[in-house]
């Protein structure tokens, strides 16, 4: 069973950066889809991000529409951990991030966006 920790989360300015780090242990990574959701108060949680890959083999990519063009999502198979770097950094951005592959979820990492 694979465990996710999430990390990197923080308070920012708007159009400042992060970069989220999703680190797996129990299993490593071999072919795998992992995502990136948040979830902001009130609201529902909501897809960002998406990466599929085998072994060196990027298979795709995919991104809410919210985010093109800031958000890149990106993993290291020798950690094994998945990033989102995230650029130009809006209030509506706030959330609990979360990464998630095969219906396991992390425990989230807050990030705060300041207008």
């Known amino acids: 069973q694979v465990q996710l920790v999430e990390s990197g989360g923080g308070l920012v300015q708007a159009g400042g950066s992060l970069r989220l780090s999703c680190a797996a242990s129990?299993?490593?990574?071999?072919?795998?889809?992992v995502g990136w959701y948040r979830q902001a108060p009130g609201k529902e949680r909501e897809f960002v991000a998406r990466?599929?890959?085998?072994?060196?083999?990027?298979?795709?990519?995919d991104y809410a529409d919210s985010v093109k063009g800031r958000f890149t999502i990106s993993r290291d198979n020798a950690k094994p951990t998945v990033y989102l770097q995230m650029n130009n950094l809006k209030p509506e951005d706030t959330a609990v991030y979360y990464c998630?592959?095969?219906?396991?979820w992390g425990q989230g990492t807050q990030v705060t966006v300041s207008s």
């Open positions: 990466i599929t890959w085998s072994g060196f083999i990027v298979y795709g990519v």
């Open positions: 129990g299993r490593t990574f071999i072919r795998y889809t």
């Open positions: 998630s592959t095969a219906d396991v």
